[in-house]
């Protein structure tokens, strides 16, 4: 063990037994030896590999003495096997390291290499905690569409944006007690269940892999390749697919979308849009939504009419009078709006998504399949 990397030493080879007496085979009997690997064949392939490891380790990582040494044996491994020099070897060198070294997060459970916990955030990302339990180093992979299922059927479940990559390293000085620290990482992500709650800080996850021909885990990855288009409209994506949406017609989403907004009292955040707008006209919806998010973070208890007195800095009285002139017909318009506006996201930004990524969007009823 040198800097806290372990070197593969292959066993002492075992006695080569006599070969079969071939007298009577024919030609057609005997196997013909398997071709070696060109020069520029094994070095391409070796190249590849080295890239390939290389990037696993420096993905979310610091770069330390110890990473660096690390990298410089891969790059040993890589250069002996792209000279051919394997011949004690039981396979390529570097494939060898990737299979001891990089695992996915079912198998470092299983040979306790770390141990995983997933938390909540909110719609676009998870927090995941890596705590290595031995003092080697290694590399967890969590694919694009992996799965973190929550711990409460009220919350959504959440799927991986982006490829991850947890990499720590063996200590350069195990005798100084120097040991792997938990690796907290905040990983995009997008909601799957879109009429459930959305995750909070309390909430926590499994992590699980779709299967190859999941449609879902499948879309993520296609998504993944997308670097022009934001995560919301991507989010609007998976939601058709993951809650079945193609299958509604414009008219039924709408109604579900009202639906929602009258249970989760979603409308309230347009009512405190409306009456903060006068004093702020030339302000776009998020601009509004922010100073009320930011008054709600300075005092949390804030009644309606506290709102204006600090958003807007109104008198009480002339807060009251201002509120009261919005009616039941003004709040069941924004709601008609709104989800109006929801069905549009839908269609106009998740649409050409799915499109992107294969699906013929003509023969669903959300747009336009009689």
Known sequence: M?????????????????????????????????AK?????????????????????????????????????????TTIQAQGDVANWSDMPCKLY?????HDAGEAAAINLAS?????????????????AIEGGGTIVLPAGTLFTAGSTA??????ADTAAISWFAPSNPIRG????????????????R??????????????????????GKLAKCLERDAHSDHRAKQVAIWLVSD???EMTEAELAERLRKEIRDHNSWSLRFFQEAIRPDYPDASDEELTRLIQEAFRSQPNLTPVGVLEVVSHLPEEEAKERLDKFSDTDIERWIAEDAEGGVQEFVKDGGPLLQGCGYDISSYALFGKP
Request: with cysteine; charged share 15%.
């Open 178 to 193: 120097d040991s792997p620290q938990a690796i907290v990482r905040n990983l995009s992500s997008y909601c799957i269940n």
């Open 155 to 160: 919350t959504q479940n959440m799927i991986l």
């Open 116 to 132: 995983i916990q997933v938390s909540g955030q909110d719609l676009n990302f998870v927090t995941l905690t890596v705590t290595p």
């Open 244 to 246: 079945n949406l193609l």
């Open 195 to 216: 009429w459930r709650e959305v995750p909070g800080a309390d909430a926590s996850f499994q992590v699980t892999y779709s299967a190859q021909n999941d449609p879902l």
């Open 37 to 77: 690997p060109q020069p520029q064949e094994r070095a391409t392939e070796a190249a590849a590999c080295g890239e390939s490891a290389i990037q696993l380790l420096s993905a979310g990582a610091v770069e330390t003495p110890d990473s660096a040494l690390e990298k410089r044996w891969v790059r040993y491994l």
């Open 98 to 102: 990737v299979q001891n070294h990089v």
């Open 2 to 34: 040198v800097g806290g990397v372990v070197f593969l030493v292959p066993p002492a080879p075992a006695p080569v037994p006599k070969p079969p007496d071939q007298t009577h085979q024919t030609h057609d009997d005997r196997q013909e030896p398997k």
